[in-house]
């Protein structure tokens, strides 16, 4: 009977060494998966506008860009444009206004034209930004939701369900009778001469003809759109993630997060910047997520703690050289934007590595208490006075 007990104890002492031996193997896998400090992808840069929010950023090269907004937050007005030689270690404000001004929109041609939104119509500058020249389009204080040149002389713009173009470098503007949608466009991107893609509010638009005539091809809208040449396409709203593999069917889809199933409020998208199968999502929720296979599989990128306001706008160069702009004066960088990140693995990871920690705890415990009793073992009390 005492040989059966020892082994049976032999056994369970085993056992308890393998689980715990395997447990403590999977820790760091566990840990990694949760942070991993080698994805710290995007680190913060100083301006003077702590309260600012800004509107768009976007970069000429990796020295030269723009981000444009509002330099307090409020209702109205108070817009600023600041610019950046040395890929944003400085800025320099170019533009500062009252209550009568913001800017929400950046169009960089080249590096001898640059255009922003404002209320009423457009600024532009050809010599980076040291002197900029007022280009009305309306004459009612409506603010101009977007702007894209195709060159020096055609360009688009809108504002209260109404699109304009240009012929003669912005110094008259037309309607376009080809545009007959209750809906103003939020964002405007050539991928041809000839074709066009758009959204607004309620919808995502595309024409083929240069922006004379336009389509509904999915009637929800949002912030921001990025398209390929072969119409694979990616869209954000607030809580909203659209994708399309030929641009005519569109597919809203999950916003990915930590927990997708249990969201308590709108994620609140920002902005997106697409390659071909690469791309960057902005927001409040997730400040910047990653994928690296069209979407299949999602990752959170690491910013600074104190990067706790939306997200509103992102531009990349190349893969790893990008920004971000939005609110609480956020200006953010990275120089390796092609890290993964951290997986999301919806509400699964946070259960299993409790989970597994659980496991570890009670493991480690009977451990010490197996080894406790057979170092010191209790003897049998067997009646004998």
Known sequence: ????????????GTLLTIVLIL?????PFLVLAIDDPETTTWFSLSQGYSDAVFNDVAFLNATHGWVVGQWTEGMSGNGVVLHTVDGGDTWETQLQSGREQ???????????????TSWGGLYHTSDDGQTWDDYPVVDENSLMSTVEFLNDTHGWTATMNTLYNTSDGGDTWSTVPGWTFDDSLRDIQFVTETEVWGIGFFGIYHSEDCAETWTEVHSSGGWSISMQVNGEGWAVADSNLMHSSDGITW????????????RSRAPYLGDLFFTEEEGWIVGEETPVMHTVDNGLTWYEQSVPESINRRLLAVDFLN???????????????????????????????PILTIA??????????????????????????????
């Open 1 to 12: 009977m005492s040989i059966r007990l020892n082994k049976k104890k032999h056994k369970l």
């Open 23 to 27: 447990s403590l193997a999977s820790l």
């Open 102 to 116: 913001v800017y929400r929109q950046i169009d960089i041609l080249h590096s001898d034209s640059v255009w922003i």
């Open 251 to 262: 597919d809203d889809l999950t916003v990915p997060g930590p927990a997708p199933s249990f």
């Open 319 to 349: 893969q790893t050289h990008g920004w971000a702009a939005g609110g609480g004066g956020a200006i953010i960088k990275t120089t390796n934007g092609n890290s993964l990140g951290s997986p999301f693995n919806d509400v699964f990871l």
């Open 356 to 385: 597994a920690g659980s496991i570890l705890v009670i493991c480690s415990i009977l451990y010490v208490v197996y080894r406790m009793r057979k170092t010191n073992p209790v003897p049998l009390d067997n009646g004998i006075q």
